[in-house]
T-cell receptor, first 116, second 112 residues
C-alpha cells in the first residue's frame, strides 16, 4: 500500500511556542491530505482537509489561526500549532490516499505533542 | 447528526477463537465502510473496505459484512492470535475523498 510519513514522531515544547509537523506521501502524489487529532482512548477527530495549492478546509470548532495548514506540494502538507498551550497536547495524525474512488486512507505514524 | 458506534469498548477472547466486532451507524448513507487496525501510539492501518452493494468481503483470516438495512457491519477475525490484539476502528465515507468518519474503536485482547 501507499506510504505516508510523518515527522516528528514526538515533540515536547514550552507553552507559547509554535510547533510544525510534516506529513509526506512517499510513493504517490496526494492532492488531498487529512489531519486528525486523537485524545487518549478516543477515536480520530478530523481537524481539517488539506488541499494542494489552496486553503485548507477546517472542521467546525477547529481554530484555523491556531492550527495552520500548508499544502505547498503534491507530497507535503504541514500542520503548525501556533502559540501552543497544554490543552493542545495530543496525538496528531495525517493521512492521504491514492484511491479517489473508495477514499481508503493511509496514515502517518502520528506525532505526539506535549506542551509544558 | 451522524453517529458511529462500536458496541464494545473492549473485547477479550481466547486464542484460536473467532473475534466478532460490531459497528452500527445512524443518520448516514455511506458508500463505503472501512476497517482499520490501530496499535498503541501508532497511526491506523487500513485492513478492509466494503462497498454498499456488497454483503461480504474476505481477506485471509478477516471477514467483513455490511448490512445497509440494519446499518451495521460485522468484522470477524478467525483463528485469532495474540498478535491480533489491537484497537479496531470502523470508518464510513461517501467515497472520493469525502470526509471519512471514524467510530470510537474496539480494543481487542487475544489471550494465549
Amino acid at each position: 500500500g501507499a506510504v505516508v510519513s510523518q515527522h516528528p514522531s514526538w515533540v515536547i515544547c514550552k507553552s507559547g511556542t509554535s510547533v510544525k509537523i510534516e506529513c509526506r506521501s512517499l510513493d504517490f502524489q496526494a492532492t488531498t491530505m487529512f489531519w486528525y487529532r486523537q485524545f487518549p482512548k478516543q477515536s480520530l477527530m478530523l481537524m481539517a482537509t488539506s488541499n494542494e495549492g489552496s486553503k485548507a478546509t477546517y472542521e467546525q470548532g477547529v481554530e484555523k489561526d491556531k492550527f495552520l495548514i500548508n499544502h505547498a506540494s503534491l507530497t507535503l502538507s504541514t500542520l503548525t500549532v501556533t502559540s501552543a498551550h497544554p490543552e493542545d497536547s495530543s496525538f496528531y495524525i495525517c493521512s492521504a490516499g491514492d484511491r479517489v474512488d473508495t477514499g481508503e486512507l493511509f496514515f502517518g505514524e502520528g506525532s505526539r505533542l506535549t506542551v509544558l | 447528526s451522524q453517529k458511529i458506534e462500536q458496541n464494545s469498548e473492549a473485547l477479550n477472547i481466547q486464542e484460536g477463537k473467532t473475534a466478532t466486532l460490531t459497528c452500527n451507524y445512524t443518520n448516514y448513507s455511506p458508500a463505503y465502510l472501512q476497517w482499520y487496525r490501530q496499535d498503541p501510539g501508532r497511526g491506523p492501518v487500513f485492513l478492509l473496505l466494503i462497498r454498499e452493494n456488497e454483503k461480504e468481503k474476505r481477506k485471509e483470516r478477516l471477514k467483513v459484512t455490511f448490512d445497509t438495512t440494519l446499518k451495521q457491519s460485522l468484522f470477524h477475525i478467525t483463528a485469532s492470535q495474540p498478535a491480533d490484539s489491537a484497537t479496531y476502528l470502523c470508518a464510513l465515507t461517501s467515497g472520493g475523498y469525502q470526509k471519512v468518519t471514524f467510530g470510537t474503536g474496539t480494543k481487542l485482547q487475544v489471550i494465549p
